[in-house]
């Protein structure tokens, strides 16, 4: 019994991703953020190894006529459905095809773009299983033998795969076998099903493996051109062959693989082993277009289209960020043209957005960044957009709550914990993360010491919200902690104010006169009498152990604008009714402010609602 476990527990499966039109796809990438998508064209892949300036810049789209960059004889690689209708195939030379469609488009694609494509691809993947491997130019593997009991079954985890690179605009077919060669052949030569999924159980390895093509086998296109002209076409073919004989007739032939690996491969056996992938520190997204932009809105499509990338691969990695940075690419020889000469032409404009609380999510990213660029001004048009998440965190996952609706005292907030984390975010974006804070109260004296504004933080957000999600509602930071919170504020003849102000000015504004009932007073181009005084409090030698002590003695002043009459007895009335439901509320101020005994200067601080 414990043998039987040992060699279930030691069963590979391998899931093969195979993308059929995957160079097709990259070159069309591109095209989509400017072209009006008329009738699609006879179009063919060449891949090439490019110059430096050519990958960062993408695909380099020629047609034929008086172009000599490439050679007639120069293979085609990959060919789009309008063109293989026309009779347009792969390993044609491009005088061949040029001869058949005479308005025939031939984009360039470097290997390093087709490798790079992959490298994210397998990023995605390995939310699914580990470790990853890719083969240029269509291949991506994952060990899923680890991951499958997350699943209800194999082939729930091989649909969420298809569904999850169909969302990145890619076609694939997906294959769960027991090695990564029998993945990728039964995912390019099988038969699939309605969703571009199969299952290949073990027990009937043996028996789908007999009904493959002998071109499945990883051998050279002149071996398999030599056994066709025998007449053998499949792999039960070469099984019934002699095993000497067969593996003297492969002995001599150009193998990608050695000789004893061909032979268990026709027989249904696969021991192989994927290369892990190490992704990149940094993840990078990028995409650039051959016709120059001049407006913002179409990089707004382009943005959700690289954030929509850049979550996918963070999730796969299991990690969020912490700060992004967004990258214009501009033309710069029309930058050129618009700037004056003398001034240095910019190649690039960065948006750098430290966020508050670090996300993952595509449509978090995508609004965080959305705002800003529809901000920005193009000083020339753009050629590219780059996404790149400079640092890096472990996703936190919310658990989901038992109680869906709590009744009249559910919100949003407490219904969906990423509401406030991605609003403080976007703030954050916004305005500056310098701007955005949580309020605490502080242990001061002075007014302007009493409540400060620390960074936000996740675990700051988690204790102001507290575990539902709410705001205690004994919190106050700006009430007095001696004082009683059921006790009502003083009231003084004539004058009724809250104990706090409501509106702190900082720097306060120097009031050039003395502080006396009747007094003028000017305060930003507008004259104000004072109608009441009514001292505070006094100050005396604090902040001692700093190095300049405080001394200052506080006042609450009702200031009236000049040319309002001061009847005494209807304002008493009006104040009588309590703060917020004066009658002449926007016929003056009220204020406090202080007398600066070490300067001999009086300021106005704050304000009251």
Known sequence: ????????????????????????????????????????????????????????????????????????????????????????????????????????????????????????????????????????????????????????????????????????????????????????????????????????????????????????????????????????????????????????????????????????????????????????????????????????????????????????????????????????????????????????????????FKLASALFHAEDLERVMRLRLQRQSLIAPTLGLSLQATSLTDARHCQLGLSGKSGAWASSISSDPRTLTVLVAELSADIGPESVGVLTAEDSHLLEKSSALLQVSASSLAGALGSTGAVHPGANPGANPGANPGANPGVVEGLSLPRVPTRLLDPPLEIHAPIRKSELWVIREQAFVVAHIHFEQRLEGIEWWDRTRVFRDYFRVWLAHVGVSDDTSSRSQSHKRGPGSRADKGEGLEALVYRDRERSKTYLQALYD
């Open 1 to 352: 019994m414990t043998e039987v476990v040992a060699v279930a527990a030691r069963k590979q499966r391998i899931l093969a991703i195979v993308l059929p039109h995957f160079l097709c796809e990259l070159a069309l990438q591109r095209l989509a953020a400017t072209s009006s998508r008329k009738r699609e064209p006879a179009r063919a892949i060449v891949l090439t190894d490019a110059a430096p300036f050519l990958q960062e810049r993408g695909l380099e789209e020629r047609a034929l006529q008086g172009k000599t960059e490439l050679e007639g004889k120069t293979e085609l690689d990959a060919v789009n459905s309008v063109a293989h209708q026309l009779g347009i195939r792969p390993r044609q030379t491009i005088a061949q095809a040029s001869a058949c469609v005479e308005n025939l488009v031939i984009h360039e694609l470097p290997r390093s773009r087709v490798c790079s494509a992959l490298k994210h691809i397998a990023e995605i993947t390995l939310r699914f299983g580990s470790p990853v491997s890719f083969q240029a130019p269509d291949t991506v593997w994952v060990d899923v033998s680890g991951s499958i009991h997350l699943y209800e079954n194999e082939r729930e985890l091989a649909r969420e795969v298809a569904t999850q690179i169909k969302a990145l605009g890619h076609s694939a077919r997906v294959v769960i076998a027991n090695g990564p060669w029998l993945a990728q052949s039964f995912a390019r030569h099988a038969q699939l099903e309605d969703a571009g999924i199969l299952l290949v159980e073990p027990q009937h390895t043996d028996r789908a493996v007999c009904q493959l093509p002998i071109m499945a086998l990883p051998i050279h296109r002149e071996a398999l051109s030599w056994f066709s002209r025998l007449g053998l076409l499949s792999i039960r073919d070469l099984r019934a062959l002699p095993t000497s004989a067969l593996a003297a007739r492969l002995e001599g032939q150009i193998l990608a693989v050695p000789l004893g690996t061909i032979l268990d491969l026709i027989q249904g056996r696969d021991a192989g082993v994927l290369v892990p992938h190490h992704p990149e520190e940094m993840p990078r997204e990028e995409l650039f277009w051959e016709d120059p932009l001049e407006s913002v809105e179409p990089l707004l499509f382009v943005l959700k289209g690289l954030s929509g990338r850049l979550s996918a691969r963070l999730e796969g990695r299991g990690q969020a960020a912490q700060e992004l940075l967004l990258t214009l690419h501009y033309d710069r020889s029309l930058a050129a043209l618009a700037t004056p000469e003398g001034n240095a032409v910019p190649d690039t404009k960065s948006l750098s």
